[in-house]
Each structure stands twice: as C-alpha cells, then as structure tokens.
C-alpha cells in the first residue's frame, strides 16, 4: 500500500515533506489499528462459537463506519488550498521585528 501512495505521489508530482509524511503516518496507524481490531473482535467471536464467515462479517459492520468517519475528519486537511505554513504557523504569527 505505501508503494501505492508513493508511486501516486511520483506520478503526480508531489514531494515527501514534513506534511505528507504526517499524513502517511497517521494512515499507516489508522490502517493497522482497525485491522487489529477487527481481527481481535472476530476472534473474540470464533471463540464464543461463531464461524468464521459471521465473524468476519460482524468485525466488518462494527468497524467500517468508525472508520469512514474518521476518514471524513481528516477530508478538509486534504482539500485545502494552503501551503505548510498553514498548518505550523504563517507569518502573522511570528513576532515581527520592530525598528526603533
């Protein structure tokens, strides 16, 4: 999958800067985490006496829409049309030097 996103981001002509090595990062956790979860809730199913199929479809229903939802948190980031001084501070928010 991350050879994906870089070969989208090479195509595409974007760099690997401090933001979008942010982005990746929080991805790749929020990737591995639910499949941690769903995997950790299917086995807790099989244990009770599920089979495998109706565990795997009740892991799938629990954590699909907490997953869309956190995904759509994360949309305006992705859409806005400011550079990386947007996100760690432009230059109204440094102190200015005064002239005396």
């Given at each position: ?93 440094r102190p200015s030097a005064t002239?005396?």
């Open positions: 999958m991350l050879a994906i996103v870089l070969l989208v981001m090479y195509a595409t002509g974007l760099d690997l800067h401090r933001i979008t090595l942010g982005a990746l990062i929080i991805a790749l956790g929020l990737l591995v985490d639910d499949a941690i979860i769903a995997i950790e809730m299917m086995v807790v199913k099989m244990e009770q006496g599920w089979d495998r199929a109706r565990a795997a479809t009740f892991a799938w229903t629990s954590t699909a829409f907490p997953t869309l939802v956190t995904a759509v948190g994360f949309l305006p980031v992705g859409f806005a049309k400011s550079t990386c001084a947007g996100y760690r501070g432009g230059p109204r928010t002239r005396h």
